[in-house]
C-alpha cells in the first residue's frame, strides 16, 4: 500500500520553545516540518526546497517577518503563506503577500485547515 507523501511546511519564529511546539503538533498532524529561528536561514531553506506552507512570526532578530515573506512569495508563489504575531500585523503581512494571519496564540488546526483550502485551490505545489 502506496503512503501518500506528508505535506510540508516551514515554521519561522525566533522564539525557540514555541517554534519546538508548533513543530511538534504539526508532525502529529501530518506535516513534514522544517523549523528556522531567523529570516536569513528561512530563505535558504525555500531556495533549497519547495514547501506546501509557510506559518512565519513578525518579529525575528534579522528580517521583519513581513519582509520575508514578499521574498518567499516570489521564490514559491502557489505556496500557502500564515503570518502570525502576538500583536496585530495582519495588514503588513497581507499587503506582503500573505495568504492570512494568525493573532497568536492560535488553534493549531487551523493552519492545517487554510493551508489545505489553500492546496485544493492551487492545485499540487511543484
Given at each position: ?126
Amino acid at each position: 500500500m502506496d503512503q501518500q507523501p506528508k505535506k510540508t511546511i516551514i515554521v519561522i519564529d525566533d522564539n525557540a520553545p514555541l517554534l519546538r511546539e508548533l513543530g511538534s503538533m504539526l508532525e502529529r498532524g501530518g506535516w513534514s516540518v522544517t523549523l528556522c529561528g531567523d529570516g536569513s536561514s528561512a530563505i535558504r531553506s525555500v531556495m533549497s526546497r519547495s514547501f506546501e506552507a509557510v506559518l512565519i512570526d513578525f518579529s525575528l532578530p534579522d528580517i521583519r517577518g513581513h519582509v520575508i515573506t514578499e521574498t518567499i512569495r516570489t521564490i514559491m508563489p502557489r505556496a500557502c503563506i500564515i503570518g502570525m504575531s502576538f500583536l496585530d500585523r495582519e495588514y503588513e503581512f497581507l499587503a506582503a503577500g500573505a495568504d492570512t494571519f494568525f493573532l497568536k496564540p492560535f488553534d493549531i488546526d487551523e493552519v492545517d485547515r487554510i493551508a489545505g483550502l489553500h492546496g485544493s485551490r492551487t492545485g499540487d505545489m511543484d
